[in-house]
């Protein structure tokens, strides 16, 4: 297993800013937006929401062999991309070079650069896609 020794002062803070509107979203859908704002307190909290089952998804196979999850720019490529940005580049997607991302065969047609927001429909798309390559890939 993997094992980290330090953690900069950064990454500590960029994960207290992200759980902070995490937070603060949740509560203001579930402390009662005011009068007329439902739909802006669900809109604010659903990005958050599924990003979070984007990270969730990619923690119950975070050990997997990168050999046999392959370079291809598939849905297993997608995910670590995708959670990579949200962890370590403020939501904004990035290449690896050791993967063949190409955003028009991409589940969620994210292009570099581009700031990830994951919809419901999305993340369903990409939870499919997903657990389909994972079963092929990593078939006992």
């Known amino acids: 297993m993997l094992s980290v020794d330090s953690y900069p002062k950064d990454h500590v803070e960029r994960c207290r800013q992200s759980f902070a ?7 203001t859908l579930t402390e009662g937006p005011a009068e007329g704002e439902e739909a802006a307190a669900v809109a604010g909290f659903a990005p ?34 995708i959670c990579e940005a949200l962890v370590q580049h403020d939501g904004v ?3 690896q070079r050791s993967i063949k991302y190409d955003a028009d065969k991409a589940v969620l047609g994210l292009a570099l650069g581009e700031q990830v927001l994951v919809t419901e429909v999305g993340f369903v798309a990409l ?8 079963e092929v890939r990593f078939a006992p």
């Open 93 to 95: 997607l990035t290449g």
């Open 21 to 27: 509107a995490q937070l603060a979203a949740y509560r």
């Open 127 to 134: 939870l499919d896609a997903f657990l389909a390559d994972i």
């Open 48 to 81: 958050l929401f599924f990003a979070n089952l984007v990270l969730a998804l990619d923690a119950w196979f975070l050990h997997r062999s990168r050999t046999l999850e392959g370079k291809n720019g598939g849905p297993l490529n997608e995910v670590r991309l």
